[in-house]
């Protein structure tokens, strides 16, 4: 999902899916005789500074208007406050020029305004090197409003039943959480809900153990539930307990189980002697696995898988 919002906002309070951005026809970024924003380096001190910092410019001219923008700017009275104050939020040196590769918008935005939405965060309680984490993970957080930032944190305390803190944490173990589109994640709560069958407050502990169900394809988180619970016979409430089964993938879950139901090892019941659990199920090394978990070699799990 890394992908998941890499998109600018088109105004202040939204963000466009990747979809919507295939659809805009991006307006030629540069004047005709050229191309690409290399061929402007030589004369351009802002674009030579940037490329000097380890700015991408072919990854910039890709993003709708960016290239234009830079053009625009001048080193030295618009780049280089944003520079102080990109150091001063806690991006370090080595990540100016990625962060900017991403995100190149920030340097055309209004110093003040980006430093009101820093003082927001603080005011919220959020840590200095948590706002530099969660900048540095979500790089277009800073693009959107005091009003969108709070507006979103106040629907996942709400909508999620989460205290100040759990919100919190929530946010900075996914910041992306702040500047994604809201629908994916109001459609994967209603999946949770209703399709899966998971009470309230069992989503609320998958949420906050694993964010990342919030942004999941919601056609594998039930592909997933359906084999965990439906054929595997995980109750709701060992899958609430070890939600990181969600993160992986079908495939490897399907393997591991049919492997240990071929030994006559399939337990997933803590009640019972030889009990498995979901966690070393998914989470081991096929080497550690075959040998600790199945009690068998590499070589029996390749040749079984063969037979699959």
């Known amino acids: 999902f890394s992908d998941w919002d890499d998109i600018p906002p088109s105004s202040a309070l939204e963000v466009i899916s990747e979809e919507e951005a295939a659809q805009i026809i991006a307006e030629p970024l540069l004047p005709i005789q050229s191309s690409t924003l290399r061929d402007y380096v030589d004369h351009s001190e802002t674009l030579a500074k940037l490329v000097h910092l380890g700015v991408d410019l072919s990854q910039v001219e890709k ?7 830079l053009l625009t700017l001048d080193f030295e009275k618009d780049v280089k406050k944003i520079l102080l104050f990109l150091k001063d939020v806690g991006i370090e040196d080595n990540q100016l020029g990625p962060f900017l590769t991403k995100n190149p918008y920030i340097l055309g935005e209004d110093l003040e305004a980006l430093e009101t939405r820093v003082a927001y965060l603080k005011s ?13 993970r979500a790089p277009y957080l800073l693009l959107f409003s005091v009003e969108r930032l709070d507006n979103r944190l106040g629907f996942f305390k709400n909508e999620l039943g989460l205290s100040v803190k759990k919100t919190k944490d929530l946010v900075i173990r996914l910041p992306r959480l702040l500047t994604g589109k809201i629908e994916p994640v109001k459609e994967n709560l209603q999946v949770c809900q209703i399709e899966l069958g998971f009470q309230r407050n069992e989503i609320q502990q998958i949420v906050c153990k694993t964010p990342k169900i919030l942004t999941a394809s919601k056609k594998r988180l039930k592909q997933t539930f359906d084999y965990l619970h439906n054929i595997m016979g995980i109750p709701h409430h060992m899958l ?26 399939a337990q997933y019941d803590p009640a ?18 075959c040998t600790e978990i199945a009690k068998a070699s590499m070589q029996d799990f390749e040749n079984f898988l063969k037979t699959l």
């Not at 993003?63 to 923008?69: D, E, H, P, S, T």
């Not at 919220?124 to 540095?136: D, N």
């Not at 609430?240 to 090892?265: C, D, W, Y």
């Open 240 to 265: 609430t307990r070890f939600p990181q089964v969600f993160n992986s993938k079908l495939l490897r879950i399907r393997e591991r189980h049919m492997f240990l139901a071929f030994l006559g090892r």
């Open 272 to 289: 019972q002697p030889s009990y498995i659990s979901l966690d070393q199920l998914v989470s081991l090394p096929d080497e550690v696995f």
């Open 63 to 69: 993003r709708q208007k960016a290239g234009q923008l």
């Open 124 to 136: 919220k309680k959020f840590g200095k090197s948590e706002i530099a984490q969660m900048v540095s």
